[in-house]
């Protein structure tokens, strides 16, 4: 499996932008996806995920209400649409795909990254 980030930017701290992740293979339905960030000196931090049912949908707290997650299976695609973002939002941002289906906050349960496409929110 290949994923495949993009629509990264610089951006006004208010503004918006829409992440979009192209994955390849057939199974990629039964994937969990997620979308990380890693901002200069820290840690990749979870971001938002979304399972395999209608409605399974994880937000992290610092983005409940502004990001909204959604997939659609039968163009292999996952993305991320951002609102009111601010400049700690600066990042480079990563989709991921879990094999086991579920949705968890640990990188290290994710088995395909994309590249990252990089964000900054200037104030």
């Known amino acids: 499996v290949q994923l495949q980030a993009s629509g990264g930017g610089l951006v006004q701290a208010g503004g918006s932008l829409r992440l979009s992740c192209a994955a390849s293979g057939r199974t990629f339905s039964r994937y969990a996806l997620g979308w990380f960030r890693q901002a200069v000196g820290k840690e990749r931090e979870f971001v938002t995920g979304?399972?395999?049912?209608?409605?399974?949908?994880y937000y992290a707290d610092s983005v409940k209400g502004r990001f909204t997650i959604s997939r659609d299976n039968a163009k292999n695609t996952v993305s991320l649409q951002m609102i009111s973002l601010k400049p700690e939002d600066t990042a480079v941002y990563y989709c991921?795909?879990?094999?086991?289906?579920?949705?968890?906050?640990?990188?290290?349960?994710?088995?395909?990254w994309g590249q990252g496409t990089q964000v900054t929110v200037s104030s």
């Open positions: 991921a795909a879990a094999t086991h289906g579920v949705v968890t906050t640990s990188p290290g349960a994710y088995d395909y």
């Open positions: 979304i399972g395999l049912a209608i409605g399974n949908t």
